[in-house]
């Protein structure tokens, strides 16, 4: 489900993290629409959430902390467009910051410097919502960042970078801001595949303060925002936020879990600790995407729910390893 308008022409698109939850998705988006593909993976990755494309793509294997390694990946496969979501510590157990700056800064310095000498039409970066900080009201891109943790501090810093380097190459390369993507491929440990994976067994999850607020947007709108800004070269160093601009709290989201998913049980709240970012205030301003290349959410969260249980029961072989992470 998505809204993009078709492309003029197929375009050979270069993604980083595309064995990641959001990255493989993307790269089915770029696949359906007719686009050839080329993931740029570590060795060593782990590419059980492609198992099924994985004969549709170009693998190349380049370390983002290797600038001289990049050079020969990105001169053979000549990428038109380039979507940068390689990360590491978006997720509470990564929380080495050392790991955190060189994967996150010195790697997106890396491949933006490599991507300059083999040239492109479009660069998306991957930004956080966290680079703002604790906001009371939906931050607008030219806000004041004021980033809470190593991992919103190194993202700030790579969307600054990612600017001032455009700026200084005329080129089009931007950012966008993504706020709680969920769907089909999320980390089995994140609490939308928990209460999915939980939910198929009529249960659920342990579960934080019930006013923990997150603004939740599925994966397929997300995609359709790449999509429609590397078409539509952007201005350099544009920064977009991508979120639905509808704030969830954990007991609107169990609610709506419930109806969806059949749970007849009642939620225990605080049966796991609340983590150093949770905040009752959480949402995004995307009015700027929208003025600027026409996206909207299309899937609500209830919706949401519903296709990505649709499509856990569909893969039983993933529905199994959901199920025992969720154990």
């Known amino acids: 489900m998505s809204s993009t308008p078709p492309t003029a022409e ?11 939850f959001v990255g493989s998705n993307l790269v089915r988006h770029l696949l359906r629409g007719g686009h050839t593909v080329g993931l ?12 099924d494309v994985a004969h549709a793509v170009d693998w190349m294997t380049a370390d983002l902390e290797d600038p001289a390694g990049l050079r020969a990946p990105l001169s053979r496969f000549k990428p038109q467009w380039v979507f940068h979501l390689a990360a590491h510590g978006a997720y509470s157990w990564q929380t080495d910051s050392t790991a955190i700056l060189r994967t996150n800064v010195m790697g997106t310095a890396n491949l933006l410097e490599a991507c300059f000498e083999a040239g492109f039409e479009a660069f998306v970066n991957t930004g956080s919502s966290s ?33 001032q ?3 200084a190459h005329g080129a089009p390369v931007s950012t966008l801001r993504l706020y709680s993507v969920y769907g089909p491929w999320e980390d089995p440990r994140r609490f939308i595949s ?5 939910g198929s067994q009529g249960r659920l ?6 006013l923990t607020a997150r603004d939740y947007v599925y994966v397929s709108d997300v995609c359709d925002a790449y999509l429609r800004v590397a078409g539509s070269a952007p201005g350099p160093g544009a920064v977009y936020n991508v979120g639905t601009g509808v ?38 301003d995307s009015s700027r995407l929208r003025a600027a290349v026409g996206w909207r959410p299309l899937i609500d969260l209830a919706q949401g729910l519903r296709l990505t ?19």
């Not at 703002?132 to 600054?160: I, W």
């Not at 928990?194 to 939980?198: D, E, I, K, M, N």
């Not at 609340?274 to 949402?283: F, Y």
């Not at 499509?311 to 072989?317: I, R």
Request: hydrophobic share 40%; proline share 9%.
């Open 10 to 20: 197929p375009k050979r698109a270069l993604v980083t993290g595309g064995t990641g």
């Open 40 to 51: 740029l993976v570590r060795e060593g990755h782990d590419p059980w959430r492609l198992a």
């Open 131 to 163: 680079e703002y900080g604790f906001k009371d009201h939906p931050p607008r891109e030219d806000e004041m960042l004021e980033p809470a943790s190593s991992y919103a501090v190194a993202k700030a810093a790579a969307t600054l970078y990612c600017a």
């Open 165 to 167: 380097a455009a700026r």
């Open 194 to 198: 928990r209460l999915v994976a939980y």
């Open 205 to 210: 999850p342990p579960l934080a303060s019930p």
């Open 247 to 284: 704030q969830t709290t954990l007991r609107d989201a169990v609610q709506v879990g419930r109806r969806v998913l059949g749970i007849a049980g009642e939620p225990v709240w605080q049966t796991m600790p609340d983590r150093s970012w949770d905040t009752g205030t959480w949402v995004a």
């Open 309 to 327: 249980a649709d499509w856990l029961a569909a893969n039983p072989d993933v529905k199994e390893r959901y199920l025992a992470a969720s154990s």
